[in-house]
């Protein structure tokens, strides 16, 4: 049975998340100290978004052989403001591309996240689970992304409650619109309930092309870049979300060559 079979069983799912939900701490969009993002207004929202999405989106992603509830791998990149999101379908040896969204409000500029304020948004490999769903959000719906992960708390980077959300404000997060990010957060969410242990969530400063690469070669950050870089080229060639491990403080991309810091 395809996951979209069984859409109630995922509304029921969504509807419990919203009561873990209330113990989480979310993106500080407006005030970098603001310690709560919860508005609960609306205890159905992420139900309703996923009423609402599975009107249209079905018919969308069959075309492309996907449905709802098919695994989601997800790629954002900074300079060109754009969130991809990936699936693979049942019948798929790889992901496909499934839709690409603008990213509304973005603070800070390229380069990584490195300390608690700095209204950068990060750089680097990270998930969200059903326990990072914030569906209570007051920027509509959000994920946490996982910032700080291993690699940041390594190099003593600091931060949190990193999200992609809602509505057109962030300082550090993706903020994606409401209408995009109910498509996004719906996506994700079927997708942990069919069974998916978390979304990969990677942050790239730019398409990591060879051009580009090139055109940032003297730039501060480009030996961190370097080491993204792997990861990037391995999803290009294969369609398949990369697996990265940390060893010795730095990323390593299995079957690839480590990169030093």
């Known amino acids: ?31 970098p100290n603001e310690s709560s993002d919860i508005s609960s ?63 509304a409000a973005m603070s800070g500029e390229i380069g990584p996240k490195l300390k608690e304020g700095d209204f950068q948004a990060p750089e680097g490999f990270y998930a969200t689970n059903k326990g990072l ?10 994920f946490n992304i996982g910032y700080p992960n291993a690699y940041d708390r390594a190099h ?3 931060g949190s409650f990193i999200m992609v959300h809602g509505g057109r404000v962030s ?36 398409r990591m092309d060879a051009e580009q690469m090139e055109s940032f070669a003297s730039h501060s950050e480009i030996q961190f870049w370097q080491s993204l870089k792997p990861a990037y080229d391995q999803f290009e060639s294969e ?10 403080r730095s990323y390593v991309v299995a079957n690839s060559t480590k990169v030093e810091d």
């Open 1 to 31: 049975m395809r996951p979209f079979d069984q859409l109630t069983w995922v509304k029921g799912l969504l509807a419990v998340s919203l009561i873990g939900s209330l113990g989480i701490l979310a993106c500080k969009a407006a005030k």
């Open 41 to 103: 207004d609306d205890p159905e929202r992420a139900a309703k978004a996923m009423e609402k999405v599975s009107k249209y989106m079905p018919s969308q992603l069959e075309v492309k052989g996907l449905a709802i509830g098919d695994p989601v791998y997800i790629r954002i990149f900074k300079k060109e403001r754009q969130l991809e999101l990936w699936m693979k379908g049942a019948d798929k040896s790889s992901y496909q591309l499934a839709k690409t969204y603008s990213v």
């Open 156 to 158: 003593e980077r600091t």
């Open 133 to 142: 769903l914030h569906p209570l959000s007051r920027y509509h719906l959000a």
């Open 171 to 206: 300082a550090g997060c993706f903020a994606m619109t409401d209408p995009m990010i109910e498509e996004i957060y719906s996506l994700c969410a079927a997708a942990l309930a069919g069974g998916q242990n978390e979304v990969p969530v990677h942050c790239f400063p730019f």
């Open 239 to 248: 369609k398949n979300p990369p697996q990265i491990d940390l060893v010795d």
